[in-house]
């Protein structure tokens, strides 16, 4: 009954992407990625103007594919109809989904780290080969608020401009990708990069920096389609990680 339920609620390849996406919001718990009920991934679905995110109210332990709230770009709920989402939430996606639809997937953390980043005046520096990836690659969004006023969309889409990371000042991260895995995974480098150069920075040292040249060409090197691959390779084992309850 159940099954027959889920067909006809939503298609089979809705179905696969629900399943990873709470994959996702499973690993955020186990990687630290999480503060409370307050943040949010978002996953477009195939074929239509509309998103999946969390229900406002839930611990990302408590996702499942069934209860991810189906959202059009309008701000319609599709499923469940009485289904509630955060509004600053719905705002920041939106505004994402609206303005890049080749973007599949959308992640936003609040972690210490990534936060004490966005609130250095020279934000994420090119200090480690994680964070070469994002060398001329990430957007900085100015603090004006919680992301309730939909006139806000316009600043974040133009903060944004084509990158697929945008660091929110005073605020916390933001990945995006055409694959949940290419999301997640800019997700992974970027925080372990804000905690390395928070950590570093905290020796008060002297910082051996890689020369402008081996900068760019590390960027180059961890941004060539091939090495998507091997992204997709990680996002995958991630999910058996998860999923083995490790």
Not at 29 to 37: A, P
Request: proline share 4%; aromatic share 10%; with cysteine.
């Amino acid at each position: 009954m159940e099954l027959r339920r889920k067909q006809i609620l939503w298609s089979p390849e809705e179905q696969l992407i629900r399943e990873e996406l709470a994959d996702c919001y499973h690993l955020a718990v186990k990687l630290g990625w999480t503060d409370s009920i307050f943040t949010h991934f978002t996953v477009r679905v195939p074929g239509e103007e509309a998103f999946l995110i969390n229900a406002f109210g839930l611990n990302f332990e408590e996702i499942t594919p069934e209860n991810l709230v189906k959202v059009t770009l309008e701000g319609d709920v599709l499923y469940p109809q009485d289904g509630i989402i955060n509004k600053a939430g719905y705002t920041l996606h939106s505004a994402i989904h609206e303005a890049r639809p080749k973007i599949l997937c959308v992640l936003h953390t609040h972690t210490p780290y990534g936060i004490a980043v966005s609130m250095l005046e020279e934000g994420l520096q090119p200090l480690s080969q994680h964070s070469c990836r994002y060398h001329n690659r990430v957007g900085y969004h100015t603090y004006g608020g919680v992301l309730f006023d939909h006139e806000e969309k316009a600043n974040l889409v133009a903060s944004m401009g084509q990158h697929k990371t945008l660091i929110l000042r005073n605020h916390g991260l933001v990945t995006m990708g055409e694959s949940i895995g290419e999301a997640f995974f800019l997700m992974y480098n970027l925080e372990i990069s804000a905690k390395t150069q928070v950590l570093a920075l905290s020796t008060g040292q002297k910082l051996i920096q890689p020369t402008k040249e081996v900068v760019q060409f590390t960027s180059n090197q961890m941004n060539n389609p091939n090495h998507h691959f091997i992204d997709n390779l990680a996002w995958q084992a991630f999910r058996r990680w998860v999923r083995l309850g490790a």
